[in-house]
């Protein structure tokens, strides 16, 4: 099957332009006020168009071809992230330096590559090639290998360091190992040594006192201290203000003085949905997770619809890596989850984030348009499980 846009990649598509649409009003108000408006709108918009063409791109070679230089792909981008720590003690100006005190882009003349964002993408394309054929996995052993190609990435990412990219990619692992078929006791006793592990990793080296700051904020957001609000709890509470002053039916675009004049810092990026609150109210952000529910829906349909082992893994990466990106960006805005430096799926401003998402739901649509004719099992259905 391959149409240019079956009805299920319209529905994956459709609620993807929307958001997008809704992240370019955003900043454009907030630039609206600025000495140069548009700039980052007019940027912005062109990331929308390169996002475009690499969703198209994908359609006209087939998520397959690709899959077969999955694991090449996986090896440059883990080449790419060891580069980035490597500049810390080796200076690789100008194509490598710092920003913001992390080193997290690649810097190819007016290009700025944030290498974590595409290693989602090819992370899911790797894992699903692995996984597809395998059965292995359903033992503790087996499990071994899909733990190793998530670590390595996640250690490599802490060190930029950026926190929220890395915390994708695990709950990303357990979505696709279930899909998979794997056995939920094993992932359970998993997830159980993870919790015990925690309190060890929030003392360890790889997490940086500045996200430690960031865990500190959420269980002080309610502080009625001014110095910690003036301070460390500033984005939190303003956060909190902006989708507040929404009320129902939002403030409008044009009354958005709260982003006017700079009183939530990052709020085109990570508090973007701060940003919709503002404007469209309760009813807006309401709308926006509509929008991502039946994004998400129409892909998983689409992994449940096929029956190529690799489409199917690949199609559900996409969806938990979406959903699970939603739901951190989304909770750390409203005062649920730590601060991590997350955008926001097509609406926050940000090229490689922009463009990452619109390859990854290029893989999923691309899934959709080709699902084979297959007399074989169904994939991952085995018939003498204990589980």
């Given at each position: 099957m391959t149409r240019l846009l079956p009805p299920l990649g319209w529905l994956v598509l459709i609620p993807a332009l929307v958001l997008n649409a809704l992240g370019l009003i955003g900043v454009y108000s907030g630039e609206a006020a600025s000495p140069e408006p548009a700039v980052q709108t007019m940027r912005q918009l062109g990331f929308f168009g390169a996002g475009l063409v690499g969703l198209f791109v994908i359609q006209m070679v087939g998520y397959r071809w690709i899959g077969r230089y999955s694991y090449l792909f996986f090896g440059i981008i883990l080449i790419l992230l060891t580069l980035l720590i490597v500049?810390?003690?080796?200076?690789?100006?100008?194509?490598?330096?710092?920003?913001?005190?992390?080193?997290?882009?690649?810097?190819?003349?007016?290009?700025?590559?944030?290498?974590?964002?595409?290693?989602?993408?090819?992370?899911?394309?790797?894992?699903?090639?692995?996984?597809?054929?395998?059965?292995?996995?359903?033992?503790?052993?087996?499990?071994?290998?899909?733990?190793?190609?998530?670590?390595?990435?996640?250690?490599?990412?802490?060190?930029?360091?950026?926190?929220?990219?890395?915390?994708?990619?695990?709950?990303?692992?357990?979505?696709?190992?279930?899909?998979?078929?794997?056995?939920?006791?094993?992932?359970?006793?998993?997830?159980?040594?993870?919790?015990?592990?925690?309190?060890?990793?929030?003392?360890?080296?790889?997490?940086?006192?500045?996200?430690?700051?960031?865990?500190?904020?959420?269980?002080r957001q309610d502080d009625s201290d001014e110095r910690w609000r003036l301070n460390e709890g500033y984005q939190l509470s303003q956060s909190k203000i902006a989708l507040g002053s929404g009320r129902v039916f939002g403030k409008g675009v044009e009354e958005s003085d709260f982003f006017r004049f700079n009183l939530l810092p990052e709020e085109h990026n990570d508090f973007i949905f701060a940003v919709l609150g503002h404007q469209w109210g309760f009813?807006?952000?309401?709308?926006?997770?509509?929008?991502?529910?039946?994004?998400?829906?129409?892909?998983?349909?689409?992994?449940?619809?096929?029956?190529?082992?690799?489409?199917?893994?690949?199609?559900?990466?996409?969806?938990?890596?979406?959903?699970?990106?939603?739901?951190?960006?989304?909770?750390?805005?409203?005062?649920?989850?730590?601060?991590?430096?997350?955008?926001?799926?097509?609406?926050?401003?940000?090229?490689?984030?922009?463009?990452?998402?619109?390859?990854?739901?290029?893989?999923?649509?691309?899934?959709?348009?080709?699902?084979?004719?297959?007399?074989a099992p169904r994939p991952f259905e085995f018939a003498h499980s204990n589980d």
């Open positions: 500049a810390r003690k080796i200076p690789m100006e100008p194509f490598i330096r710092p920003k913001r005190n992390t080193y997290r882009w690649i810097f190819i003349g007016p290009i700025n590559i944030q290498v974590s964002e595409y290693t989602k993408v090819v992370y899911i394309l790797a894992l699903s090639f692995y996984l597809r054929f395998r059965t292995n996995y359903r033992t503790f052993r087996g499990l071994v290998m899909p733990f190793l190609l998530t670590i390595i990435p996640v250690a490599l990412i802490l060190k930029e360091p950026d926190l929220g990219t890395s915390l994708l990619l695990l709950p990303t692992l357990f979505a696709m190992l279930f899909v998979a078929g794997a056995k939920i006791s094993h992932l359970a006793a998993i997830i159980g040594l993870g919790a015990v592990a925690a309190p060890v990793f929030y003392f360890s080296p790889l997490m940086s006192p500045y996200q430690r700051d960031r865990i500190h904020s959420l269980v009813v807006g952000c309401i709308g926006v997770l509509m929008l991502y529910l039946l994004m998400i829906g129409a892909g998983l349909t689409i992994a449940s619809s096929t029956t190529d082992p690799f489409g199917r893994l690949l199609a559900a990466g996409v969806c938990a890596l979406l959903f699970a990106q939603t739901i951190i960006n989304v909770g750390m805005t409203v005062g649920l989850m730590p601060i991590t430096g997350m955008t926001l799926p097509f609406v926050s401003m940000g090229g490689s984030s922009l463009i990452a998402n619109y390859l990854a739901i290029g893989l999923l649509i691309d899934v959709a348009r080709r699902r084979p004719v297959n007399l």
